[in-house]
Nanobody, 122 residues
Framework: QVQLVESGGGLVQAGGSLRLSCAASGRTFSNYVMGWFRQAPGKEREFVAA????????ATKDSVKGRFTISRDNFKDTVYLQMNSLKPEDTAVYYC???????????????WGQGTQVTVSS
């Protein structure tokens, strides 16, 4: 089992920035691909970004490329999502997830955090 706890969400004005963190415990963090997903009210959970075990490769949703950056610190067992130039349409609950392989579908990930709310006001 891997336990994941997100933090760093909040209310921010459009154009602002937030950094989300996801701390892992349990099994060896560096064994897992880590991903960020988000879910807005009434919408399906969608992929945002993912990072491979070593941190040397990432995948990012097209609509957030150039604004969001995923990174990880395998010594601190933590994955981050730096979000810049936030837009109202980025408003959602953001979840981190751990999986065995790099994927963009929620069902490709094994463990999930409880989520953190990000609200971007216009």
């Amino acid at each position: 089992q891997v336990q994941l706890v997100e933090s760093g969400g909040g209310l921010v004005q459009a154009g602002g920035s937030l950094r989300l963190s996801c701390a892992a415990s349990g099994r060896t963090f560096s064994n897992y691909v880590m991903g960020w997903f988000r879910q807005a009210p009434g919408k399906e959970r969608e992929f945002v970004a993912a990072i491979i075990r070593s941190g040397g490769g990432t995948a990012t949703k097209d609509s957030v490329k150039g604004r969001f950056t995923i990174s990880r610190d395998n010594f601190k067992d933590t994955v981050y999502l730096q979000m810049n130039s936030l837009k109202p349409e980025d408003t959602a609950v953001y979840y981190c997830a751990a999986g065995a392989r790099l994927g963009v579908r929620p069902d490709e990930y094994l463990y999930w955090g409880q989520g953190t709310q990000v609200t971007v006001s216009s």
